[in-house]
């Protein structure tokens, strides 16, 4: 019984304590702003990653029906 109470024990004291200040957080404008192209890069990275898969499946879904 010892054990598990010192294990207890040990998950509230953890629990109750709290963690270091998060640092790299700055609120307000940022330093440096984006520029046009930087931005439709980002953007365009991203539409490419999430959309681009799912457009190629779509556009092979002849030859998935075709397999058996």
Do not use: N
């Amino acid at each position: 019984m010892p054990l598990l109470g010192r294990f207890a024990r040990s998950l509230l004291r953890s629990a109750a304590r709290p963690g270091p200040a998060p640092r790299g957080i700055v609120s307000g404008p940022p330093q440096h702003p984006l520029g046009t192209a930087e931005s439709v890069v980002g953007l365009l990275a991203m539409f490419v990653t999430c959309l681009g898969p799912a457009a190629w499946v779509l556009s092979h879904l002849e030859d998935y029906k075709k397999r058996e």
